[in-house]
């Protein structure tokens, strides 16, 4: 062997433990979902834009792992697990309450991130919303406090409604909360509400069966990871029995639903994704006050009024922050 080529050959060997080292050394970011990949990807994209803000790309100087629970909450306890033992640098818990009861029950060290639609200090999961303490700080929507709202944007659309049905998870560890504001808002608006269940797909065919049944005027769906993995069917159900509905993500609107009203959920996972990069950075979680969305956006889509004979309100249209046509 020639020289010259021994040279190469040694830099080489020498090389690539360093090589090897700094893969290792690259901070690895566990995601954790209640959810399904597909509808949740508009938000991975809004985490990873958060994220690139503070300098951090994955597969350049970090590496997102992802578990995905499919809508089966069971999992989350042993996936939550799992990106533990993977010693995570930060552990992100999407989609509900329950991928934060599992995080949290997974670690008490690793700083954990969450993006949630419920009052986080209300569950225990944090001390207050500007000194979080501990290991967990994040984003929260509160959107259990806007049934209100879509009830009475529902009441204005279609006025004939005598009784209105609410479609509900009852697996969700949020859903006697859910039921209780879904119940404040009906007392405040005015009128009837009939409870359904569901938590996989035979029993959404049930739900909307029984929705028949009942001759319910029109129909709010629950925010639930659950649901959203099912936007599709769900829409599709709500067509199929000509009922109004009205729903918390824009998405369900996009696809087909008749209205949605809720957060900004992609801001939301947006500013998860800078905490994450902060906390990346060196900052503490119990130093980073919890985001509150200010933002919420009403979108109708005409198309869907128009295939149920509805005439939408120029009241309720004028309110409207997109209009799908």
Same mark, same amino acid.
């Given at each position: 062997?020639?020289?010259?080529?021994?040279?190469?050959?040694?830099?080489?060997?020498?090389?690539?433990?360093?090589?090897?080292?700094?893969?290792?050394?690259?901070?690895?970011?566990?995601?954790?979902?209640?959810?399904?990949?597909?509808?949740?990807?508009?938000?991975?994209?809004?985490?990873?834009?958060?994220?690139?803000?503070?300098?951090?790309?994955?597969?350049?100087?970090?590496?997102?792992? *992802?578990?995905? +629970?499919?809508?089966?909450?069971?999992?989350?306890? %042993?996936? #939550? =697990?799992?990106?533990?033992? !993977?010693?995570? &640098?930060?552990?992100?818990?999407?989609?509900?309450?329950?991928?934060?009861?599992?995080?949290?029950?997974?670690?008490?060290?690793?700083?954990?991130?969450?993006?949630?639609?419920?009052?986080?200090?209300?569950?225990?999961?944090?001390?207050?919303?500007?000194?979080?303490?501990?290991?967990?700080?994040?984003?929260?929507?509160?959107?259990?406090?806007?049934?209100?709202?879509?009830?009475?944007?529902?009441?204005?659309?279609?006025?004939?409604?005598?009784?209105?049905?609410?479609?509900?998870?009852?697996?969700?560890?949020?859903?006697?909360?859910?039921?209780?504001?879904?119940?404040?808002?009906?007392?405040?608006?005015?009128?009837?509400?009939? *409870?359904?269940? +569901?938590?996989?797909?035979?029993?959404?065919?049930? %739900?909307? #069966? =029984?929705?028949?049944?009942? !001759?319910?005027? &029109?129909?709010?769906?629950?925010?639930?990871?659950?649901?959203?993995?099912?936007?599709?069917?769900?829409?599709?159900?709500?067509?199929?029995?000509?009922?109004?509905?009205?729903?918390?993500?824009?998405?369900?609107?996009?696809?087909?639903?008749?209205?949605?009203?809720?957060?900004?959920?992609?801001?939301?996972?947006?500013?998860?994704?800078?905490?994450?990069?902060?906390?990346?950075?060196?900052?503490?979680?119990?130093?980073?006050?919890?985001?509150?969305?200010?933002?919420?956006?009403?979108?109708?889509?005409?198309?869907?009024?128009?295939?149920?004979?509805?005439?939408?309100?120029?009241?309720?249209?004028?309110?409207?922050?997109?209009?799908?046509?």
């Amino acid at each position: 062997m020639k020289r010259r080529e021994l040279i190469r050959l040694l830099g080489g060997v020498a090389a690539w433990p360093l090589a090897a080292r700094a893969q290792q050394q690259m901070p690895i970011i566990g995601f954790l979902c209640s959810a399904s990949p597909a509808p949740w990807a508009h938000f991975v994209a809004a985490f990873r834009a958060g994220l690139k803000e503070t300098g951090y790309v994955d597969g350049r100087n970090v590496t997102i792992e *992802f578990r995905w +629970a499919e809508g089966v909450y069971d999992r989350l306890p %042993a996936m #939550a =697990a799992d990106l533990v033992r !993977r010693k995570v &640098a930060v552990l992100i818990s999407t989609g509900g309450v329950p991928p934060i009861i599992a995080a949290k029950a997974a670690t008490a060290i690793i700083p954990i991130v969450f993006t949630l639609g419920t009052d986080p200090v209300q569950l225990g999961i944090i001390d207050g919303l500007s000194r979080p303490g501990g290991n967990v700080t994040g984003a929260v929507l509160f959107t259990a406090m806007i049934h209100t709202k879509r009830l009475g944007l529902l009441r204005d659309t279609v006025p004939t409604a005598t009784s209105i049905a609410a479609l509900e998870n009852p697996k969700n560890p949020n859903s006697a909360g859910v039921t209780n504001s879904i119940e404040d808002a009906a007392r405040t608006v005015g009128g009837q509400v009939h *409870f359904l269940h +569901a938590s996989n797909e035979h029993e959404l065919d049930a %739900a909307f #069966a =029984a929705l028949a049944r009942l !001759r319910a005027g &029109a129909l709010l769906v629950a925010s639930d990871p659950f649901f959203s993995a099912q936007r599709n069917h769900v829409v599709a159900l709500a067509a199929r029995h000509a009922v109004p509905a009205i729903y918390e993500e824009r998405q369900f609107a996009t696809v087909g639903g008749l209205m949605s009203y809720g957060a900004n959920f992609g801001e939301s996972y947006r500013q998860a994704g800078i905490y994450t990069g902060r906390i990346l950075k060196g900052e503490k979680p119990s130093d980073l006050p919890v985001v509150q969305s200010t933002k919420f956006e009403l979108v109708i889509n005409l198309r869907t009024a128009k295939a149920l004979g509805l005439e939408v309100p120029p009241g309720v249209s004028a309110q409207a922050d997109d209009i799908i046509e």
